[in-house]
């Protein structure tokens, strides 16, 4: 089973954006719009902030949203603040395994 | 707001089997999805499987041969066993529950239980 490919880190100073993709196949990010995005910090449980590619959980700041254009997916992050440095993952649902994740991306606030 | 506690031993023998369960609260189990999800240390995350408050599951094609997950909906719970465990299998292990229309997203998650596979 091959995970969804996530670059491994991503940096940003404060105010900036940044984005951080998700690259799949057809078969999952380009063939469904079940795409979701966690944030988790150390220690922590993963915490839902997209889903359905583009929509935003009660609760969670419009400084986060999603896209997608055909087999990769993204997640931008825009007024970029300290307690924004987690690690990120993706997840799609997949044709061949139900549910497939990325790999995870370390965001760092510089 | 609904809230997952998993439950179980922490440290699992070779060959043995993982036995852990989550059980629901502020919410019915009902008309979800169900789902047990782990991360190695220091790794990403991996879907394990799920099972629908009716009963039906399904499971991830690199362990279905070793995965059961089964629901006790007068507790509001849901178990997982893995059979046959290796060092491998050593991984926080957490509970989360999925949409009403399948395992397409994860809105809430437990705390996370650590298991260690060792002698």
């Known amino acids: 089973q091959s995970a969804l490919t996530q670059p491994a880190s991503v940096s940003g100073s404060p105010r900036q954006s940044i984005t951080i993709s998700c690259t799949g196949t057809?078969?999952?990010?380009?063939?469904?719009?079940?795409v979701s995005w966690y944030q988790q910090h150390p220690g922590k449980a993963p915490k839902l902030m997209i889903y359905e590619v583009s929509n935003r959980p009660s609760g969670v700041s419009n400084r986060f949203s999603g896209s997608k254009s055909g087999n990769t997916a993204s997640l931008t992050i825009s007024g970029l603040q300290a307690e924004d440095e987690a690690d990120y993952y993706c997840s799609s649902y997949s044709s061949s395994t139900t549910v497939v994740f990325g790999g995870g991306t370390k965001l760092t606030v510089l | 707001q609904v809230q997952l506690q998993e439950s179980g031993p922490g440290l699992v023998k070779p060959s043995e089997t993982l036995s852990l369960t989550c059980t629901v609260s502020g919410g019915s189990i009902s008309n979800y999805y169900w789902n047990w999800i782990r991360q190695p240390p220091g790794k990403g995350l991996e879907w394990i499987g799920y099972?629908?408050?009716?009963?039906?599951?399904k499971y991830n094609p690199s362990l279905k041969s070793r995965v059961t997950i089964s629901v006790d909906t007068s507790n509001n719970q849901f178990s997982l066993k893995l059979s046959s465990v290796t060092a491998a299998d050593t991984a926080v292990y957490y509970c989360?529950?999925?949409?009403?229309?399948?395992?397409?997203?994860?809105?809430?998650w437990g705390q996370g239980t650590l298991v260690t596979v060792s002698s």
């Open positions: 989360a529950r999925g949409s009403t229309g399948g395992p397409d997203w994860f809105d809430s």
């Open positions: 057809s078969s999952d990010v380009g063939g469904y719009k079940f």
């Open positions: 099972i629908y408050y009716n009963g039906r599951s």
